[in-house]
């Protein structure tokens, strides 16, 4: 842990501006999409004294859920693991996969047997043929089907997931290959770790474009916003939270995040349902 980090609370002396990156899942919100009333009261707090909140997430734009985009709380919005960053509303960056690259994934993909979905800024699409296996993931009805769709976005089914417009990244179930093996079958334009939203005892996860992660995103928007990477912290729990707390100049790891994670974290919190968020913000002075 830094020898800084408690000095604040030590001292008593006002903060700098902070820039405050935030994972969602695990993080901000509960694995049921949930709010807790201390992580707002934090949130708006922070706010207030004049530090940014900014979103840090492998959601695409189109699964954050309207009251973080809308809500007017957030600075900035880091999306889709880093390929795309927004800085006050303003799209600042974006990259999306080539047509030629998501066609060779998906092809590697229906090989070793996974159920895919594509992640963009239009929506999340799957093979309509593989619609009854996503069912079965997500819970085996309609029902099931659209209540997993108000927590992690609207699927659309087609005929050509090779045809699907601005796709970021790729989330996959299933697969018959480990993590590792299918990173050495992709090579070095694909970056593949284990998703925070595992749905069954499989080989799951998600693809990202490599170097295009958390921490890339987080460059993006202090380059854009004119701020400096010596006053951010960032918060996690996740697979695709490394680089994001390496980056920052403080990393948080919360109470429910990867126990690698938590080595690597500067600072660990209680659970995200436990108050964590407002512990951290207060040990870290942010908040009183």
């Given at each position: 842990?830094?020898?800084?980090?408690?000095?604040?609370?030590?001292?008593?002396?006002?903060?700098?501006?902070?820039?405050?990156?935030?994972?969602?899942?695990?993080?901000?919100?509960?694995?049921?999409?949930?709010?807790?009333?201390?992580?707002?009261?934090?949130?708006?707090?922070?706010?207030?004294?004049?530090?940014?909140?900014?979103?840090?997430?492998?959601?695409?734009?189109?699964?954050i859920?309207?009251?973080?985009?809308?809500?007017?709380?957030?600075?900035?919005?880091v999306?889709?693991?880093?390929?795309?960053?927004?800085?006050?509303?303003?799209?600042?960056f974006?990259?999306?996969?080539?047509?030629?690259?998501?066609?060779?994934?998906?092809?590697?993909?229906?090989e070793?047997?996974?159920?895919?979905?594509?992640?963009?800024?239009?929506?999340?699409?799957?093979?309509?043929?593989?619609?009854?296996?996503?069912?079965?993931?997500?819970?085996?009805?309609?029902?099931?089907?659209?209540?997993?769709?108000?927590l992690?976005?609207?699927?659309?089914?087609?005929?050509?997931?090779?045809?699907?417009?601005?796709?970021?990244k790729?989330?996959?179930?299933?697969?018959?290959?480990?993590?590792r093996?299918?990173?050495?079958?992709?090579?070095?334009f694909?970056?593949?770790?284990?998703?925070?939203?595992?749905?069954?005892?499989?080989?799951?996860?998600?693809?990202?474009?490599k170097?295009?992660?958390?921490?890339?995103?987080?460059?993006?928007?202090?380059?854009?916003?004119?701020?400096?990477?010596?006053?951010?912290?960032?918060?996690?729990?996740?697979?695709?939270?490394?680089?994001?707390l390496?980056?920052?100049?403080?990393?948080?790891?919360?109470?429910?995040?990867?126990?690698?994670?938590?080595?690597?974290?500067?600072?660990?919190?209680?659970?995200?349902?436990?108050?964590?968020?407002?512990?951290?913000?207060?040990?870290?002075?942010?908040?009183?």
């Amino acid at each position: 842990m830094k020898d800084d980090i408690p000095e604040y609370k030590r001292t008593g002396e006002k903060l700098d501006k902070k820039t405050v990156f935030l994972d969602i899942d695990g993080t901000l919100t509960n694995f049921r999409g949930e709010l807790p009333g201390s992580a707002e009261y934090a949130l708006r707090e922070a706010a207030r004294r004049g530090h940014d909140m900014v979103i840090c997430s492998g959601r695409t734009y189109t699964q954050i859920y309207p009251w973080i985009r809308e809500g007017g709380l957030f600075q900035g919005i880091v999306s889709g693991a880093g390929s795309m960053v927004r800085c006050h509303e303003k799209v600042v960056f974006r990259r999306y996969v080539e047509p030629e690259k998501t066609s060779l994934l998906l092809d590697y993909l229906d090989e070793i047997g996974s159920l895919y979905f594509l992640q963009g800024d239009s929506g999340i699409y799957c093979p309509r043929d593989r619609r009854e296996e996503a069912l079965q993931l997500f819970g085996g009805s309609e029902e099931a089907l659209e209540e997993k769709s108000k927590l992690l976005g609207r699927i659309t089914f087609t005929d050509d997931p090779k045809d699907s417009p601005e796709v970021n990244k790729f989330v996959f179930y299933g697969a018959g290959r480990t993590i590792r093996q299918m990173q050495e079958d992709l090579g070095d334009f694909f970056a593949v770790v284990e998703t925070s939203f595992k749905l069954a005892d499989t080989v799951d996860g998600e693809i990202t474009m490599k170097g295009y992660d958390k921490a890339f995103g987080m460059q993006k928007y202090l380059d854009a916003n004119g701020s400096r990477r010596e006053d951010t912290i960032a918060f996690g729990d996740g697979p695709n939270d490394f680089e994001m707390l390496n980056y920052a100049q403080i990393g948080v790891a919360m109470g429910n995040a990867l126990p690698a994670l938590k080595e690597t974290a500067d600072l660990v919190t209680d659970p995200v349902d436990e108050d964590g968020l407002l512990h951290a913000f207060q040990k870290l002075g942010l908040i009183g």
